[in-house]
């Protein structure tokens, strides 16, 4: 799926389902809180902290599926193309860190 098909795609079920968008400071609360659930499956699962039985059953996949939306709803809402933000994103950091993370001792 193309990143415009995915704002295309949580447009119509935002309309058709979701009533209207949230306003964008409720959404940005909502990524924040989503960022939230998605860093502590990370952090238990993967980092130095336990993890709950409580929270075994829980989906990273599902979270970052959250995290996309809501990013994908404020995109929506402020008129802004990911794909294109993206792409411009990719090439500054290409052309600004062409060397940085080659030459990067702690990289090697």
């Known amino acids: 799926m193309e990143i415009k098909e995915a704002q295309n795609l949580v447009d119509q079920w935002i ?7 949230f306003n964008e400071l409720t959404n940005l ?8 659930e998605m860093a502590r499956i990370i952090s238990r699962r993967y980092g130095e902290q336990s993890e709950k039985e409580s929270d075994k059953n829980l989906d990273l996949a599902d979270e970052m599926a959250d995290v996309l939306f809501v990013l994908i709803c404020l ?13 411009k994103n990719l090439q500054k950091k290409t052309q ?11 990289l090697q």
Request: glycine letters at 6%; zero cysteines; aromatic letters at 2%.
């Open 15 to 21: 309309k058709e389902n979701g009533v209207r968008y």
């Open 29 to 36: 609360s909502i990524l924040m809180e989503e960022v939230g």
């Open 75 to 87: 995109a929506n809402q402020t008129n802004i193309d990911l794909n294109e933000a993206l792409l």
């Open 96 to 106: 600004r860190d062409a060397n940085r993370h080659k030459n990067n001792p702690k």
